[in-house]
Every structure is written in structure tokens, then in C-alpha cells.
């Protein structure tokens, strides 16, 4: 899974990174310790007549599918398994329709350790993961719109009473990450983009099983794993020393 992850870069950057046409949100603010229920910078297409633009804008972190009776499902829906993405109620229409990316500029994983003399439960040690070339990374993501009540309005959402919210998809974990993790996020690489965030409305079923073919785990030699402070364990934590090593990187 992913649960934490890093969003240091500019919404500026990103736009030029990921060719965007329209920034609707250019704060910029780094975040070394992004947590479910932020708004995240995501990439997506938007289709109007025959125009597709590239949008750069904030969702929440913790999908919540139009059908929900509140909004706190989100967070049981941060990450979206790619093997049922395609089948389950919660993803499938999003899947469908509403793919996006989410930049981050690395996540973290947590390592367990044997335990320390006297103790009985094992350690965990958080890693972090990024690209070598410090390049963004390219998160698969889903994304989907829930009225919000009028009761609640305000309290959540946008100002015009719709919450846009986004989930990561997941896959099997590579020979690089498997002994820290079972799961990854599906990272993209820059040639499958366009057709990951194509808008068309209606694919069919080649369309959607191409698609499906994209959510599988990344290479090992582009990624850089190391060890990193306990303090990220901490969600009021957001500084860039949560990534400074803290020893050497696993090969």
C-alpha cells in the first residue's frame, strides 16, 4: 500500500513536467509527509467538445465514490488494488471514466526489524522511495465527485458543494521493494500518460483491459530505497529532513 508520500515539487514544475494546459491551484507549499485527507496536486484530462485540456488540481486524499452515505470512507479508500480496480463498486466507475496521476516526488514504506534484545515485538523502520534522477514520480490514480449534503456543506468539499477526491492505485511490489512490502503504488512511466488520462467517456472492453495491462510494477533500477527518521511517523511532521537518510540504501 501507500500511505505517506512526498509533494515537495511546485504546482509550476509539475505543470511543465507532466505538459499541463491549466493550473486551477498554483499554492505551493512542500510536503514531506503528505497523509490521507490532504488535497494533493493531480494531473488529469477534461474533455469539452473537441478540446482536451491537461488540468493541474487539488483532491482529497481517500476516494469517495459517488454513491457514499458519508464522506469518512475515504479513508478506507486511499489506495485502489489494481487487480480488482475493474470489478469493485468503489473503483470500476472511476477506472472507467475518471483516471488521473498524482505526482509525488517519493513515498515511504515501513521495514520490520527483529526485535531489540528484551523486547517482544519487531521494529519498523521507515524507508523512503524516489526515482534516481530525482525526477517526479507518476502515481496511477483514480478520482471521483460526491454531493456533499447540505448539512455538510462547508464543512467539506469545494464551494460548490461537490468533493473531488482520489485514491492510488496499488500492484504487486518489485524484487526491490518486496522485502520492505507486498504492495507499490503503480508508477507510470511518460509514455503511457495520454492514454492513461484519455477522457473518452465510454471505452470498451479492449480499452479498459489495455488500460488494466499499464498497473504493474515498476523497474528496479530507476528507483533509490534508504532508511529514514522515525519522525515521518509523526503526521504533524512535514519537513524535508523526514527524507534525509538515515543509513545506507538497500541494493
Known sequence: MCGRFVAASSPTLLADRFHVDEINDDASTPDYNVAPRTNVLVVHDRAREDTTTRVLSRLRWGLVPSWAKDPSIGDRMINARAETVTTKSAYKRSFAKRRCIIPADGFYEWRRLEPEPGASRPRKEPMVIHRRDGEPLAFA???????????????????????????????????????????????????????????????????????AGLLVPAPDDGLEVYPVSPRVNRVVDHGPELVTPAGPAVS
Open 141 to 211: 490514480g483514480l478520482w471521483a465527485v460526491w454531493k456533499v449534503p447540505d448539512e455538510l456543506v462547508g464543512t467539506v468539499g469545494d464551494e460548490d458543494g461537490w468533493l473531488r477526491s482520489c485514491a492510488i492505485v496499488t500492484t504487486k511490489a518489485n524484487q526491490l521493494l518486496d522485502p520492505i512490502h507486498d504492495r507499490m503504488p503503480v508508477l507510470l512511466p511518460e509514455a503511457t500518460w495520454d492514454r492513461w488520462l484519455d477522457p473518452t467517456p465510454e471505452p470498451d472492453a479492449e480499452d479498459l483491459l489495455a488500460l
